[in-house]
């Protein structure tokens, strides 16, 4: 098995995502780009390896185990281990989001990629993650997922969002458990937040660009050994659930 780091970032062929692949694969790390879109893949790897990055592309749809398990089987191929495993795939689920008029099956698609996609793909990089010295995971969450920022007057917590802010309050929980099981190993788990971020996720109507967003990412990536697990944080620091 090479030395070099590896990662994989979900939902990797743009905006945050991409940008987290960059920012890895800055640091000299292999890169697995993930994502489910052929062509975006393969734009984004070529992209990547034209800046100097060690990219590679993997078919990558986390909705759906025989992808999830196909992707686990081409990073065993290629790189016989996984050293950093960033969960950035997510999706809004659109818009009107109200409690009382939302089509449940909104619902459901928000909790199927932002929160089973991560506990799918979580699973099935474990015996890889397993064998690295440093195992790191990141999950992408959101500030609106933060039941104490929802619930503070004045606070800043986007549009009404039923399928959307839950889902993350739910993947932060769910960051959470993994920490507790995996609390006597040498895995570090947390949750980050990017940020308003201007991508095709928000119709680009963040305030902050997707390099920096990324930047929460990278460094919980790169946490030393001692580094905390089963937090959230952003890049102000740690942010209350």
């Known amino acids: 098995m090479t030395e070099q780091t590896i990662a994989l970032v979900t939902g990797a062929n743009k905006g945050i995502g991409y940008e987290i692949a960059a920012g890895l694969g800055a640091l000299g790390w292999r890169v697995a780009v993930g994502t489910r879109n052929e062509e975006r893949r393969e ?4 992209k990547l390896r ?25 990073i065993e191929e290629g790189a016989g281990r996984l050293d950093v495993l960033v969960n950035n795939a997510g999706i809004t689920g659109g818009a009107p989001q109200m409690p009382t008029t939302v089509d449940i099956a909104t619902v459901l698609a928000a ?20 064998r690295s010295a440093s195992p790191r995971i990141v999950n992408m969450s959101s500030s609106v997922g933060s039941l104490t920022l929802q619930t503070t007057p004045g606070a800043e917590t986007g549009p009404i969002a039923v399928a959307y802010a839950p889902s993350k309050t739910f993947l932060n929980a769910v960051t959470v458990q ?20 201007a991508t095709d996720l928000n119709g680009f109507r963040g305030i902050r660009t997707p390099e920096q967003g990324a930047a929460i990412a990278l460094r919980l990536a790169t946490l030393p050994d001692d580094g905390p697990t089963g937090r959230f944080f952003d890049d102000a620091g740690e942010v209350p659930w």
């Open 43 to 46: 734009a984004a790897v070529a």
């Open 50 to 74: 034209a800046a100097g990055v060690d990219a590679f592309g993997v078919p990558l749809d986390v909705t759906d185990d025989v992808s999830v398990a196909a992707a686990a089987g081409l």
């Open 111 to 130: 909790v199927e990629t932002n929160v089973i996609g991560v506990i799918r793909v979580t699973n099935a990089m474990l015996p890889l993650l397993r």
């Open 178 to 197: 993994y920490a507790k099981e995996l609390g006597d190993t040498n895995f570090l788990i947390n949750a980050a937040c990017p940020g308003f971020c």
